[in-house]
């Protein structure tokens, strides 16, 4: 049966229906391949220069704060039941593909760049 | 031969070397958790409320615009000669490892929002 | 005859009407005193910590980048011609707004402020 | 005597001593001709567009929000004895400066917007 060799943290059955994570079976080669694409069909790449990404990277990132600007901490962690939470999904992808369509832009191995960062951050700052 | 059987965009023979691109090997999943057990690990979770993360964001997208505050558009394709190109893909990791960690603080599937934003910009603006 | 005793700097004749440029006559502290009212009347104090303030002031400030997001550096010395203008003034106006209600909210004499970073750059970087 | 006839917002007299705050005294004109001198000394005009000024007043503000980004709301309103209140200062100073610099490089009335917006903001928020 095929379930039984999937690894547990990918998939969970939620009412006996076979529900796949994309954060588990999606690369980050394949979205910044769709990203690449969606920038290449349009002929958007001689808007997309590093430059112009950087400001749009921070400029998507101000509004994912405006759902947050004028509640505190503790209200923060409650927004999923408070507020416009699918307009969150969108505001962390959308600064997300701009990140994406950066790391196009210069050739970043973004994964290798996220996890030697990681690790000099767990040199920076040794567990407790 | 196992070379023979890797599908061509992931991997790259460089100097009979197998280069391995990280972006093509690692899901979001594991990128997630490597967060989670970070933050986790130092007992962070009380200072990684949303409303923080979505500024921490902010706060790095502003460090990977000051590697190109002051120069234009065209120097900007032309970073990795004439920039601080380690620093850049440092900085490009902070503003994603913040990303990553404001997913799990909400229980984002991070790339299932950034799939269906794609398709959703692909409606809004199509192909030429 | 009233013209004559007038400063040059502060005030144009354009067209045998007499403008008086607001940023002659107008003091931070005037500018300081509406914003505190009008926050006061509205009793927005409780949202205008200095922690929702920053994020404020960075939010508008993304709002303006907006404006300059795709457009080369040329194009924004035009951008009287070819942009929004009003909107752009708006967009300064809310960041400098920000400005105001933040430094009344930890007491700041902003023109003090100015005027010491002003004298520290200088010393920074000398003239050539 | 003359400290009699000064008006009691704009001057303080401490220790004896009087002082001015210089938000009482000090015009936009002024401050703005102070940066325009500043930046015309130093042949700095070729950067300060508005489109890089524009990131750059983004990039302090984030330096600013990096001064509250890991406190609360309660915390963030005593920054003044816990925090560094120089570096504050001169955080909102640098935002200012670069405004000006904008203000500037376009030739806005920035008094002006900011009382044209909150005129605007009292319209769209009536006083409860």
């Not at 112009?52 to 998507?60: F, G, H, K, P, T």
Request: with cysteine.
């Amino acid at each position: 049966m095929k379930a039984l060799i999937l690894k547990k943290h990918f998939r969970l059955i939620i009412d006996k229906e076979l529900i796949v994570l994309k954060d588990s079976s999606v690369t980050l080669s394949e979205l910044k391949g769709r990203v690449k694409k969606f920038v290449g069909d349009r002929n958007w790449e001689q808007y997309h220069s590093p430059k112009n990404l950087a400001m749009s990277i921070s400029i998507e990132a101000a509004e994912l704060m405006e759902e947050f600007q004028w509640i505190d901490i503790h209200e923060s962690r409650n927004i999923k039941d408070t507020g416009d939470f699918d307009n969150i999904k969108e505001e962390i992808a959308d600064i997300m593909i701009y990140c994406l369509s950066f790391s196009n832009s210069l050739d970043i191995d973004v994964a290798d760049a996220i996890i030697k960062k990681i690790e000099k951050n767990e040199k920076r700052f040794p567990k407790p």
